[in-house]
């Protein structure tokens, strides 16, 4: 067992001359994870973590709001940077297309994930260890690259350049994510969180990789319409690169506007569009079709991602 003397030993390495070696606790029980600050170690059986900065959240133009319970850390067994997950609990209710779901952070459930997706290259990985009170601590692996929602933001191309150019191989490597929750579907779990910001592009890879599968949610009439949800938002922001919203319509395409109709409109987010084809007319009627399907106006909705991979599969011939 590593004593207290070795283990400050190892993390000063890590800061800065000058600080102050009484300042760094040593944490066995991160029940409170508010406690859990900046240059502490997290004490995990024998493996030890320095506590580094908490990370952020990146979307909906909060990327300044800290999340508490997400640490980056140097695992002072081998030098290398990953994240550390401290259990943290909220609840929330929402509903899509006339469904009502009850949304949950469960630790044990992204744990549980963890290792059903161990070297699956759509995934994160990691592995969690109990801290002394059995709080389920997950350790996962630093992944550098952007999320697909920043590359594609950030690329310089005008829309229709981007579509016969950048996004059949963006569309390749998305297929290959809905497949990854295909891979969970068929056994009986869910993501729980699929958001665009929530897959990360592998700088080493190249891969998109899903994150944080920490949320759950009680279901009723579909155990999977909730993930498949999230898949056609993402299909929906990959596709018009980026939200074609209202208020931009407006100002820039009131012609376009005038055309519209609630069916063309997201099943849930009234201000944006998923009838792309009204404002882009070269997309192919059969890749707009598998967006209608989260549309207002949507009679029929995928029922498992076995449908929505087959449609954009063959969707995807006619780019």
């Not at 899509?96 to 549980?112: D, L, M, Q, V, Y």
């Not at 909705?301 to 063959?314: K, P, V």
Request: hydrophobic share 40%.
């Amino acid at each position: 067992m590593l004593s207290h003397e070795n283990i400050i030993k190892k993390a000063v390495d890590w800061m800065p001359r000058d600080w102050p070696v009484e300042r760094m606790k040593i944490h066995r029980d991160a029940s409170d994870y508010f406690k859990v600050e900046y240059g502490d170690i997290l004490l995990l059986n024998d493996n030890a973590f320095l506590i580094r900065n908490s990370a952020r959240e990146g979307r909906f133009g909060l990327d300044d709001e800290v999340k508490h319970w997400v640490k980056r850390a140097i695992d002072l067994n081998n030098g290398r940077m990953c994240v550390v997950k401290l259990v943290f609990y909220e609840k929330f209710t929402t509903r899509i297309g006339g469904i009502t779901f009850e949304c949950f952070r469960s630790p044990r459930k992204e744990a549980r994930i963890l290792e059903l997706v161990r070297q699956h290259p759509n995934f994160m990985q990691g592995i969690t260890l109990p801290d002394e009170k059995d709080n389920p601590i997950r350790i996962l692996e630093f992944i550098s690259g952007k999320t697909l929602a920043n590359f594609i933001l950030e690329l310089e191309q005008d829309h229709e350049t981007y579509f016969h150019t950048t996004l059949p191989a963006v569309l390749k490597s998305f297929i290959q994510c809905a497949k990854a929750i295909g891979y969970l579907h068929h056994r009986r779990e869910k993501h729980g969180d699929i958001r665009r910001d929530h897959i990360l592009i592998d700088n080493h890879t190249g891969h998109y990789r899903w994150i944080d599968f920490d949320y759950n949610y009680r279901h009723r009439e579909s155990i999977y319409a909730y993930d498949l949800f999230g898949l056609g938002n993402i299909l929906a922001f990959i596709i018009g690169k980026g939200d074609v919203l209202l208020p931009d319509l407006k100002q820039k395409a009131p012609q376009v506007l005038e055309r519209l109709s609630e069916a063309d409109l997201n099943i849930v987010f009234r201000n944006r569009l998923v009838n792309l084809k009204k404002v882009y007319p070269y997309i192919p009627a059969a890749l707009n079709d598998i967006l209608l399907h989260f549309s207002r106006g949507a009679n029929w909705f995928y029922e498992h991602t076995g449908q929505f991979i087959d449609d954009l599969e063959s969707a995807v011939l006619d780019i």
